[in-house]
C-alpha cells in the first residue's frame, strides 16, 4: 500500500485557507477587545490637530486611491522632560556617563522602543508653551527696542506665537512609560487625555562650551492616521475642501471647519466617532488657553 | 501535487535502485537523463561502437514509453523544442502574476474610498480564499503548474492586501506576526502545489518575520529592524539548516531554494556592514567594524564557495563567487579609486577577475570526480 505523503495539496489547501481564517479572526479579536467597553478616552479634536486631506480642484481623492485619511498632528513640548533618568525608565541603557570617552559609541544611532505615551489636549502644556512664546515675543521687543535686534525678529516672533495659538495643534506628548494602567491612573481626565502606544528615541548631545553632554530624545506616537469609514466621507470632504479656501480672520488667525470626536480603545488605538464640516463664519473661540492669555500678548505686530 | 489522482498511465517498472519519480522536478530529471543517453548513443553509432541493433531498439522503445508517461503525468519536457517554451512560459507566469497581483492591489484601493466598512472587510477577506479557490482549479486543470503560480501568487498577494488594509481601516499597531502569517499561507501553498515561487515568497516573508523578532527580543520596537543588519543573521544561518533537518524527498527542488536564501540572508547584511559599521549593535568604532564584516565577507563567500564545491550545491558556488567578487571589487574602490588612474584602476578590477576565473577553472578540475564504470 501506498504511504500517503506527509503533505500533500488538500493538506495545504485547507493549511492556507486556515491561515487566513485564523489570521482575520486575530484581528477582528483585537479590534473587538480595543473597542470592547466602549472608549477608554474620547478627544474632542478640530482641524487644529487633524490635519485633512488637502482639496486639489483637480482630484482631491486621488484617482488611484479613493481613501481619505485623517492625520493626528501631535506637537512635541519645548520642555526637556525626556532626561537620562527617564530614559532609563523607558527600557534604555543609560549607564555610560554622556560625557565619557565611549558615550558616543555607545548612544549612536540607538534604535526606538515601543512606550505608552499620554498625549493631553489643551491643557498644561499647551499654556505654557504659549507663555514661553509670549516671553519670547516681550525679550524681542525688549530687544527691539534697544536696537539689539530687527524688527523682522519681533514679526517672526508673534506669528510663532499667533499661530501657535490660533492654528497649531492643541495635542501634546506629555508623558510616557511602559506601565499603560499606571499612565491611566496618573492621567485619568478621558476628555483631555488618552495613552497610546508610541515609541521613544534616544541621542545623545555633545558638549558645548557652556553644557555638558546630556542625553535626551524625543517620542511619537505608532497610529497618527485615521482612514475615514464611507458614512463620514461627506463631510470630511466638505470640510476639507472648506480648510483649503479659508482665509485668515484678523491676526493671522484662521476660522475653524472641522470638528471630530476620536475615541481610544483600551488598547489606546483610535477610531472616528463623529464628524462635523463647521460652517465657515467669524471663527469662535476653541480653546479655553485664550482667557488665560497674560494681558497685551494678541499675536498682533506692534500691539501692545 | 498535480497528479490527476488515477487517470495516469502506469509507467514503467523502474531500473533496480531506482524509485518512480515523486515530482516535477524529478521527473524532468528523468527525462533529460534519457534525451542526453539518446543523443550520446547517436554519437556511439556515427563512432561505430553503438549497442547491438536488438538491444537499442528495446532500450527505445523502453525509452519511448517512460517518456511518454512521464509527460502524461508530469508534463515534462522532452525536447530541447519544448524546454525553451517552458522557459518562456515560467517567466510569463511570474511577470502576468506580478502584474495581475499588483492590479488586484490597486483595484481595491481605487474603490475602497466609496464602500462601507463591511464591504471592505468582506471583500479583504474573500479575496484570499477565492485566490486559493482558483489556484486549485488550475493545479486540477493545467498539470504544469503555471496558471497554478500565477493564481498561487495573486492569492498570496491578496492576503498580504488583506491584513495591511485591514491594519489601516482599524488603525491597528502595526505588528510583525503579520509576517508569520503571510509565510503560514505562502509556505502552506507552496508544499501543497510545489510551487517554487511561493517557497520563496514564504522564506522572505519567514526572514521579516525572524529579523523583526530577533530585534525585537533586544528591547527594541520591531519595525525598525531594518536599521541592525545584523538582526537578518539569525534568520538566515537558520535558513541554511532547514534542508538538513527536513529532508525534500518530494520536492528535492526546495533544498537549493532554503541553500540560496540563507547564505543570501547571511551575505547582505555582512556587506552592508562592512560599509557601514554604525549599523552594528556592537559597541566598537565604525572603521573597526567595517573592517571586520569587511574579513567576514571574504571568510564566508570563500567558505560558501569550498562548501559548495564539495557539496555540489551550484547555489552556494555561485551566490558565493558573487559575493566574493564584490567584497573583492568594492575593496579596490576603497583603496584605488580616488588616487589611481581610472583606467588603471579598471585594468586592475580585470586582472583580478580573470584570476577568479583561473582559480575556479582549478576547482573545477578538482571537483572532477571519474564515473564509475559498469
Known sequence: ?304 | MTDPEGTAPPVPPAPPGEGRPASKQEAQRRADRVLAFRAELRALEAEGAGLPAAEAERIGRHHDSLLAALAERFDVDVTEGEKGLSRGMRIAAFLGALALAASVVLLFYRVWGIISTPVQVAVLVAAPLLGLAATELAARRERSGYFATLAGLVAFAAFVLNVTALGEIFAITPSDTAFLAWAAFAFAIAYGYGLRVLLVAGIASLVMFLSARTGAWGGWYWLHFGERPENFLPAGLLLCAVPTVLVHRRLPDFAPLYRLFGLLTVLLPVLVLAHWGAGSYLPLRSGTLESIYQVLGFVLSALAIGVGIRKRWNEWVNLGTVFFVIFTWTKFVDWFWDWMPKYMFFLIVAATAVAALWVLQRLRGLARRPEATP
Open chain 1, 1 to 304: 500500500m501506498t504511504r500517503r505523503p506527509l503533505w500533500d495539496r488538500r493538506r495545504g489547501l485547507l493549511a492556507a485557507a486556515l491561515a487566513v481564517v485564523v489570521t482575520n479572526a486575530a484581528v477582528f479579536a483585537h479590534v473587538g477587545w480595543n473597542r470592547a467597553g466602549g472608549p477608554v478616552a474620547r478627544l474632542e479634536l478640530t482641524d487644529r490637530e487633524i490635519r485633512l486631506p488637502y482639496y486639489n480642484p483637480s482630484s482631491f481623492a486621488d484617482d488611484e486611491d479613493t481613501g481619505l485619511a485623517l492625520h493626528l498632528d501631535v506637537q512635541e513640548s519645548a520642555e526637556a522632560w525626556l532626561d537620562r533618568e527617564r530614559l532609563g525608565e523607558l527600557g534604555f541603557d543609560v549607564r555610560t556617563d554622556p560625557g565619557a570617552k565611549g558615550a558616543p559609541i555607545r548612544y549612536r544611532n540607538v534604535l526606538p522602543r515601543d512606550v505608552w505615551l499620554v498625549l493631553e489636549l489643551d491643557g498644561e502644556t499647551l499654556r505654557r508653551h504659549l507663555a514661553g512664546l509670549a516671553e519670547e515675543v516681550e525679550e524681542t521687543r525688549r530687544a527691539v527696542a534697544a536696537g539689539e535686534q530687527e524688527q523682522p525678529a519681533l514679526e517672526w516672533a508673534e506669528g510663532r506665537l499667533a499661530e501657535a495659538r490660533w492654528n497649531g495643534s492643541r495635542l501634546f506628548a506629555v508623558d510616557a512609560g511602559l506601565d499603560r494602567g499606571g499612565l491611566r491612573e496618573r492621567y485619568p481626565e478621558p476628555e483631555r487625555y488618552a495613552v497610546v502606544p508610541g515609541t521613544a528615541r534616544i541621542w545623545l548631545v555633545g558638549k558645548t562650551k557652556d553644557e555638558p553632554a546630556y542625553l535626551t530624545g524625543d517620542v511619537s506616537p505608532t497610529v497618527t492616521r485615521l482612514q475615514v469609514p464611507l458614512r463620514f466621507r461627506r463631510e470630511v470632504l466638505r470640510a476639507g475642501r472648506a480648510y483649503s479656501e479659508r482665509e485668515t480672520v484678523s491676526g493671522g488667525r484662521y476660522p475653524r471647519v472641522f470638528r471630530a470626536e476620536v475615541a481610544f480603545g483600551r488598547l489606546g488605538e483610535p477610531w472616528l466617532e463623529s464628524v462635523e464640516a463647521l460652517s465657515v463664519e467669524a471663527p469662535a473661540s476653541d480653546s479655553q488657553t485664550e482667557s488665560d492669555m497674560p494681558d497685551g500678548i494678541d499675536g498682533e505686530s506692534g500691539g501692545g
